[in-house]
Structure formats: structure tokens, C-alpha cells
T-cell receptor
Framework: AQSVTQLGSHVSVSEGALVLLRCNYS??????LFWYVQYPNQGLQLLLK??????LVKGINGFEAEFKKSETSFHLTKPSAHMSDAAEYFC??????????FGTGTRLQVFP | EAGVAQSPRYKIIEKRQSVAFWCNPI?????LYWYQQILGQGPKLLIQ????????DSQLPKDRFSAERLKGVDSTLKIQPAKLEDSAVYLC???????????????FGSGTQLSVL
């Protein structure tokens, strides 16, 4: 079985500051891990994914995530936050099937 | 390329009433998913179709929820009768073939926000 835990339902940063959104996973098989972003009144959009290739994954809009098996983590980072990054971010896991298990989400606020 | 279309955008009903949501996936996408996203939670898969057949409906509350995809293209999700706890955003997603959810080929619609009073 797979599950993900997102630590922190709300994260606030200043524009230009580092963004760090935390995700820990549990999986009985080698996991596929994803980060999705959801802007207000829009559907989910894939930011990046990990599928057992490189452990450091680069995504769209300057985001990246590092798969750390020893820590069962897949935290999302961005060196410098922009106002347009304000959204809800979801971590998700799959055991290689179509069934994605989503975390509860982290709402990112960016202050000027 | 047109995205996944969903309607209505919002729906407000009273408990015990019935409601239906419609989804038109991206053209040519064989696999269609319905997700339920309750406020404060992540999306949860309700049902997965491959063409007009059901692949996974293990988390669909079948006593009140039903879904169909008769011609293997668009799909409807129905709730009858609705309960207060059904208040959520219902997301439709599609992908070209099975297994494509694990790469960049899973696309979500904007969802239908349901409020049950």
C-alpha cells in the first residue's frame, strides 16, 4: 500500500525567499512520486515526477525535488519564490499503476 | 489541444436531491478518471474507465454514486440521493492509455464544485 504525508497545510514565504514544501511517503513497492500544483479554480497540473531515474528531479517553473530513500522523503523546493507561485501543492505516490494517492496538500502564500 | 471539459462549474443542491456531472476528456484519450476532492484533503479516485469499461471502482460509494461512459468518450457521474458529506470538488481526468498516469500524460479538468445544504 502507498501513502504520502505532507507536513504543513500552510506555508508562507516572502517573495524571493526559498520555498520548501515537505512530503514523506510510504510504499511497499518502488514508488513513483509526483508533485502537482493547483491554482484557484483550475485543475491539477503536474510539476514534476520521480520514476527511479535521477534522484534530483527538475520540474516546471523552477521547482525541483529530491528523492531520498533513506528518509522516505520527496521534498519540493524552489530557490526564489515568486508571487505567481501562490497555489496549493499536492504530493502523490503510485506503485506504478494508474492509481495516484494524494496527500492533503500545502497551500503556499507568497508575500511581497 | 483542448483540455478536459467539465460542467457545471458549480452546483448547489439540498440533501437527498440528485445531481449529475459531465466530463468530456481530451480527444483520443481512452482512460478517464473521476476524483473527489473534499476541502482540506487531496483528491481521491472514485472510478477509472478504460474506453467504456470500468477498471477500478473500489472507492465509489455504489449505494448512491453511479458513473457511466457509454460510448467510451464523455462520462457522467451521478449522486442520488446526495448527503452533506458529498460536498466536494469533483475532478475529471484523462490519459491516452492505461499506465499513462505515471508520466506526464494525465490531464485534469477544472472540476465541479458541489455544495450540499
Amino acid at each position: 500500500a502507498q501513502s504520502v504525508t505532507q507536513l504543513g497545510s500552510h506555508v508562507s514565504v516572502s517573495e524571493g525567499a526559498l520555498v520548501l514544501l515537505r512530503c514523506n511517503y510510504s510504499s511497499s513497492v518502488p514508488p513513483y512520486l509526483f508533485w502537482y500544483v493547483q491554482y484557484p479554480n483550475q485543475g491539477l497540473q503536474l510539476l514534476l515526477k520521480y520514476t527511479s531515474a535521477a534522484t534530483l528531479v527538475k520540474g516546471i517553473n523552477g521547482f525541483e525535488a529530491e528523492f531520498k530513500k533513506s528518509e522516505t522523503s520527496f521534498h519540493l523546493t524552489k530557490p526564489s519564490a515568486h508571487m505567481s507561485d501562490a497555489a496549493e501543492y499536492f504530493c502523490a505516490v503510485s506503485g506504478g499503476t494508474d492509481k495516484l494517492i494524494f496527500g492533503t496538500g500545502t497551500r503556499l502564500q507568497v508575500f511581497p | 489541444e483542448a483540455g478536459v471539459a467539465q460542467s457545471p462549474r458549480y452546483k448547489i443542491i439540498e440533501k437527498r436531491q440528485s445531481v449529475a456531472f459531465w466530463c468530456n476528456p481530451i480527444s483520443g484519450h481512452a482512460t478517464l478518471y473521476w476524483y473527489q476532492q473534499i476541502l482540506g484533503q487531496g483528491p481521491k479516485l472514485l472510478i477509472q474507465f478504460q474506453n467504456n469499461g470500468v477498471v477500478d471502482d473500489s472507492q465509489l460509494p455504489k449505494d448512491r454514486f453511479s458513473a457511466e461512459r457509454l460510448k467510451g468518450v464523455d462520462s457522467t457521474l451521478k449522486i442520488q440521493p446526495a448527503k452533506l458529506e458529498d460536498s466536494a470538488v469533483y475532478l475529471c481526468a484523462s490519459s491516452p492509455t492505461p499506465g499513462e498516469a505515471t508520466n506526464e500524460k494525465l490531464f485534469f479538468g477544472s472540476g465541479t464544485q458541489l455544495s450540499v445544504l
